[in-house]
């Protein structure tokens, strides 16, 4: 298949405003500060990746983005437009799409209807034409957005299939082809390795890259070191809520804070590590 | 090395359709196997059925001597067989602690708090409002908890840290030095077979593989997954 | 302020109250089922009390025990094992284990009233003496409530220490949780939940002997009764026991503080209203106002039911509906006048369809929605609806359905945050507020005129506006089932979160379905109101939509067609046979549910037509097969061959 433009939205406007990013970002969890004042930049035609021992707050950090839970303190900007307090389903419109943890397609739908879900409610279609179930102008263009992410996640074969009947590794890609369908700028990964085997992971870091390169800013949170220190190109670690260390892959795979809080499987071995053990 | 778990002829079926084609295996007493292969390849499946969750269509189940293909989950649980279902294995709805209790049985649950210090400050909450890798250390914890000869481990490592995979193959290894039969199943196969005795390899629902894990390392094999 | 007497005259039904909410929570916290028969079986250990005692001369205590200890456990197992262990196996949601409850207590009504007749018994056996005790300065209080206090104390303290103290409680709670998994760990999870089925059970019975002696034994007294404590256990967040008695004890208290306040005119008769519908207004505050219900179990957080939609069906299929529902037209007007119901039932069965089918949010308060339209309808013809003159009818049957939109707006309110069985009490609690506050209230309902609209006046004529809205609200439903809004309520009712990762507006969305639905229940409420030329409150009674809920469930919650059905089929068994015979066969239809996974209109076309079965909507197709019936396995085996045929998608 040819590389075709995927995302207009990010080449037709300068790359520059479409960055989203984080200041100072607090998350309390009653007395547990769960993320404790992260900066967090995602630009566009990079993977950003975060890391970090289980409990450093990753989730919810991740969450505080896509919009499911609110930060107690701090910004987010897209764009230049702050969107703190926007809900997630206005983030999903601007542009930014998401992926989860756990699978969240529609089993009852088709694969194609899936993603075509996630085409019609992006910005665009008019509030009346979306509740009346109208066709409008960008019929069309759904249309087409859809069979592009069909052919971009490689689903093209299982399009009529309802995805219930679909195993866990596919039903990954059709999470991810359901966001590429809304044609959005900033697209985050919630462990998007997860259940895949090792082919799988190899595709899915190939399209990642794909991605990148043209135009999308990727955020990905992900426990596969291969996966993350082969595709991203700004890794964040995470522990104890906060960013610890930061850099390119090389840079943080020598920093030593990093290693101490997540990277050396032998650092503090048997006892706990500064960072999870006080998540 | 006497097998503890022998699996003869199995055929597994969801209605008219067979998922498992006859599968032969033995899990030898006190080592480490790793049963890998592609999503779908059935062994999930085999896990289950082993545990007893599927019926098998056909075939024996031989634990120690004594035929158990047509005993209940429970009663192979009570018997010593203990599967860790891969995705958060834990009962959500109730606090740490008493996941534990009900993990452990009978027994003290301070080993698994021992190994996993983390589930010591969160005893008194929600298991589902865990992490999603505290929620995967706790469902490691049953396996530490129960006085099991058996482990059916499904996707140990999904979710988790390396430092805590590596933790919990760690203890993994260590029980199987005590005279248990732990079976890895794993999407990661570097790591199974790193640890593993004994390798086996499932494809569309037959064995592709079986022998020694260094040979599936050194020839790459890449045939038997596809 | 507060009246020593009067508080301690109120103890007494403070009482009653604590030891039925204690009895519903403990109940609920054994089994992972919200059981809206355990009054209904509480009622039947009473009446088997009363046949012992009182007709075969057994002595009083030794028959209570062997009630309580004997029988009422037997009937616990007996629940459990033919009614809900298929569902909790199937991993069902609220609404078929709702439903299916609702079967269990309809049942039981039925057999009691076969057995002991609708006539009130006078005499219930009583184990505690009739007297009272003296505490001080002639401040009496009855000896029953004290000892009935006891009793409740005594349940939650044994409760506690089972829970906290003891492995089983433990191992009951992971059952509840997470019954497969448990079964992994060891647990024998059949046994511990039939365990905690016999233990409800026993408590169900210990209620109905305690309760009977304070009311009139008949059939409704003792299971409406129940339903009216869920406020207390709602209060109590379906979890704690002391505040579930502390709870019912201050209704009961401030129910008769409240005797003592007087009002001028209206506003009396509201007190008067709100002193003897306290509990149903804390079931609604408790609702609106507390943080979450402590839910238990996987099926606690979703609604998804599973739909029996999918496949295309031949146009052969329909061809019997058009035919059906013409039918009446070539009847006699007697007869006709009884049909006519049908397609005023259906619109609002199609209305439960719209808001629990397709957009998975259970509803149990469409009779308040329903009941509301034919009010409105009402007053406006009759130049009663706040200063508006006499309206004609057709005008009057639209207002009365475009009014009630705006209250579903309002009331799909709580649906935003809510889900499962905190939202199906929600809609049930507004159902029951708004039946005591305006249906049952004179002011509203005196002097009303409801009669067929011109140019419908006659019989036929009338059938024919009926079919032409209900042909109109098939249109909607088509509307709302295909194309892009299909696909936004299918992507909620799968997964919110998904739904809203994909820009949609979830919040909206849900208060667009309440608001739709009832404005479509109240159309076909106003109808049915037409229909019989009168309002009558007791057709639109929280109960009868208790009732219509389960017909709509039994007959495929997703299914229009269905809907139709179940319409007739009640309203031809109403008239056709003896009243109660309908409650019964979709009483008989709700416990048999566990073996009609998605309804009986599903299960009918999966049995008939094997090669259109939809596949099973779970993606967990390694569920366990071992306990599915044959036509499950071909769904299962369906799925997998996909599984099998399509590797290529991963290559």
């Given at each position: ?106 089993p009852s ?52 299939v309802p995805a219930g009947r679909l195993p866990t590794?596919t039903l ?108 | ?6 699996v003869r002829g199995l055929r597994v079926r969801y209605g008219p359709v067979e998922a498992l084609h006859g599968v032969?295996m ?9 049963l890998?292969g592609?999503n779908g390849a059935g062994r999930s499946t085999l896990l289950r059925t082993i545990a007893g969750l599927l019926p098998a269509a056909a075939g024996h189940l ?5 035929d158990i293909t047509g005993w209940t989950a429970s009663e192979r649980a009570?018997?010593?067989l203990a599967l860790i279902p891969d995705g958060?294995g ?62 059916l481990?499904d996707e ?29 199943v ?16 499932l494809?569309r629902g037959r ?20 | ?79 459990d094992r033919f009614v809900f262990r298929g569902l909790q196996r199937r991993g069902a949601g609220?609404?078929e ?78 059952v509840?949780?997470r019954r497969e998994l448990a079964e992994l760990t060891g647990v024998a999870a059949d046994?511990?939940s ?104 996987e099926r606690?957080?979703?609604?998804r039911i599973p739909a029996g939609?999918g ?281 048999l549910l566990s073996r009609m996974p998605g309804g009986?209109?599903a299960t009918?076309r999966r049995v008939?037509?094997p090669a259109l079965a939809p596949p099973e909507p779970a993606a967990d197709t390694a569920r366990s097969t071992a306990r599915l019936t044959p036509a499950g396995r071909a769904v299962r085996a369906r799925v997998h061959a996909d599984r099998e045929a399509r590797p290529?998608?991963?290559?």
């Amino acid at each position: 298949m040819s590389p075709r433009h995927v995302v207009p939205a990010a080449t037709e406007t300068p790359p520059g405003p479409d960055v989203l990013t984080a200041h100072g970002l607090v998350r309390h969890f009653g007395g547990l500060r769960a993320v404790d004042g992260v900066d967090l930049t995602v630009p566009p035609r990079q993977v950003t990746a975060v890391i970090g021992p289980n409990g450093a707050g990753k989730s919810t950090l991740f969450h505080c983005l896509a919009g499911a839970q609110r930060p107690d303190e701090g910004r987010i900007r897209f764009r230049g437009r702050d969107i703190t307090r926007l809900p997630d389903h206005r983030r999903a419109r601007l542009g930014i799409a998401r992926t989860f943890q756990v699978v969240s397609v529609f089993p009852s739908l088709t694969v194609a209807d899936n993603l075509r879900v996630g085409a019609e409610n992006r910005a665009g279609a008019s509030a009346a034409a979306r509740l009346l179930g109208l066709p409008d102008a960008a019929g069309g263009r759904t249309r087409q957005a859809v069979e592009r992410a069909l052919e971009l996640a490689e689903l093209t074969d299982v399009a009529d299939v309802p995805a219930g009947r679909l195993p866990t590794g596919t039903l990954r890609l059709v999470e991810l082809g359901r966001a590429l369908a809304a044609d959005p700028s900033v697209l985050l990964l919630d462990e998007p390795a997860s259940g895949l085997d090792d082919a799988e992971t190899a595709r899915m870091r190939a399209l990642l890259r794909r991605l990148a390169g043209e135009g999308l800013a990727v955020l990905l949170v992900e426990h596969d070191m291969e996966l993350v220190f082969g595709v991203a190109d700004t890794v964040y670690v995470m522990a104890a809520g906060r960013v610890v260390a930061s850099g390119t892959p090389d840079a943080v795979r020598d920093d030593p804070a990093a290693r101490a809080a997540y990277l050396d499987p032998l650092a503090g071995d048997g006892e706990p590590a500064p960072g999870p053990g006080g998540s | 090395m006497p097998a503890a778990l022998t699996v003869r002829g199995l055929r597994v079926r969801y209605g008219p359709v067979e998922a498992l084609h006859g599968v032969d295996m033995a899990f030898p007493d006190g080592a480490v196997t790793a049963l890998l292969g592609r999503n779908g390849a059935g062994r999930s499946t085999l896990l289950r059925t082993i545990a007893g969750l599927l019926p098998a269509a056909a075939g024996h189940l031989d634990w120690r001597g004594r035929d158990i293909t047509g005993w209940t989950a429970s009663e192979r649980a009570r018997a010593g067989l203990a599967l860790i279902p891969d995705g958060h294995g834990v009962f959500g709805g109730l606090p740490v602690r008493d996941n534990l209790r009900v993990f452990a049985g009978t027994g003290p649950i301070d080993p698994a708090l021992d190994a996993f210090p983390v589930l010591r400050q969160r005893l008194g909450q929600r298991a589902g409002t865990l992490s999603g890798g505290e929620q995967q250390m706790l469902a490691g914890a049953r396996a530490i908890l129960r006085p099991s000869r058996l482990l059916l481990l499904d996707e140990l490592s999904q979710g988790l840290a390396p430092r805590v995979v590596a933790q919990l193959y760690e203890v993994v290894t260590a029980l199987a030095a005590e005279h248990r039969t732990v079976v890895l199943v794993e999407q990661y196969a570097g790591e199974a077979l790193r640890r593993a005795d004994v390798a086996y390899v499932l494809r569309r629902g037959r064995v592709a593989f079986a022998g020694e894990p260094a040979e599936l390392l050194a020839a790459g094999h890449p045939s038997v997954f596809d | 302020m507060l009246t020593i007497d009067l508080a301690l005259a109120g103890l007494g039904v403070g009482a009653i109250a604590a030891l039925a909410a204690v009895g519903l929570i403990t109940s609920y916290r054994a089994t992972g089922v919200f059981n809206l028969g355990f009054g209904a079986l509480a009622m039947l250990i009473a009446y088997l009390l009363w046949q012992q005692v009182r007709v075969w001369s057994w002595p009083v205590v030794p028959a209570a025990l062997f009630d309580v200890f004997v029988v009422a456990p037997v009937f616990g197992l007996l629940l459990d094992r033919f009614v809900f262990r298929g569902l909790q196996r199937r991993g069902a949601g609220p609404a078929e284990m709702l439903a299916a409850s609702l079967g269990v207590l309809v049942m039981l009504l039925g057999i009691a009233i076969l057995t002991w007749g609708t006539e009130s018994r006078l005499d219930p056996p009583t184990l505690f003496p009739a007297g009272t005790v003296e505490l001080w300065d002639g401040a009496t209080v009855s000896e029953s409530a004290l000892a009935e206090l006891g009793v409740v104390v005594g349940i939650a303290l044994v409760v506690a220490v089972v829970t906290r103290y003891t492995r089983f409680g433990a191992d009951l709670r992971a059952v509840v949780d997470r019954r497969e998994l448990a079964e992994l760990t060891g647990v024998a999870a059949d046994r511990v939940s039939a365990v905690g089925w016999a233990f409800g059970s026993m408590l169900a019975g210990l209620t109905g002997i305690l309760l009977a002696p304070h009311l009139r034994l008949d059939p409704f007294g003792l299971t409406l009764l129940v339903l009216e404590t869920i406020g207390v256990a709602v209060a109590a967040r379906l979890a704690s026991l002391p505040v579930a008695i502390l709870v019912a004890v201050a209704i009961g208290v401030g129910q008769s503080e409240l005797t003592r306040v007087q009002l001028e005119g209206r506003a009396q008769n509201m007190l008067q209203a709100l002193q003897s519908n306290l509990f149903v207004v804390v079931l609604l505050l408790a609702l609106l106002l507390l943080p979450r219900m402590v839910e238990v179990g996987e099926r606690g957080t979703y609604t998804r039911i599973p739909a029996g939609n999918g496949a295309r069906l031949p146009a052969l299929w329909w061809l019997p509906y058009p035919v059906l529902l013409a039918a009446p037209l070539v009847l006699s007007t007697e007869h006709l006048q009884s049909a006519q119901q049908v397609p005023a039932l259906a619109i609002v069965f199609v209305s439960l369809v719209i808001v629990t089918g397709f957009a998975g949010q259970v509803s149990l308060g469409q009779a308040g929605y329903a009941g509301l339209g034919a009010l409105i309808a009402a007053s406006l013809m009759s130049g009663k609806f706040f200063g508006f003159g006499a309206v004609p009818g057709l005008l009057a049957l639209l207002l009365g359905a475009l009014l009630v939109i705006p209250v579903g707006l309002v009331t799909g309110w709580p649906a935003i945050r809510r889900r499962g069985l905190a939202l199906a009490l929600s809609t049930f609690a507004v159902a029951a507020v708004v039946s005591r506050f305006v249906f049952a209230q004179p002011i509203f309902t005196t002097g009303l005129r409801l009669d067929h609209p011109w140019p419908f006046e006659g019989e036929h004529a009338f059938y024919i506006l009926e079919l032409i809205c209900l042909g109109l609200t098939l249109l909607l439903v088509r509307r709302l089932h295909a194309g892009r809004l299909g696909r936004m309520l299918i992507a909620m009712r799968d997964s919110e979160g998904g739904a809203a990762a994909s820009g949609i507006d979830v919040p909206g969305l849900k208060v667009f379905v309440f608001a739709v639905s009832a404005g479509v229940a109240a159309l076909g409420g106003a109808l049915l109101g037409m229909s019989g030329r009168s309002f009558d409150a007791q057709t639109f009674d929280p109960i009868q939509g208790l009732i219509w809920f389960a017909a709509v469930v039994v007959f495929g919650v997703d299914s229009a067609a269905g809907a139709v059905l179940a319409a007739a089929l009640i309203v031809g068994l109403d008239s056709g046979t003896q009243p109660g015979v309908s409650v019964i066969v979709v009483g008989a239809g709700a416990i048999l549910l566990s073996r009609m996974p998605g309804g009986a209109l599903a299960t009918a076309r999966r049995v008939l037509m094997p090669a259109l079965a939809p596949p099973e909507p779970a993606a967990d197709t390694a569920r366990s097969t071992a306990r599915l019936t044959p036509a499950g396995r071909a769904v299962r085996a369906r799925v997998h061959a996909d599984r099998e045929a399509r590797p290529g998608a991963l290559r």
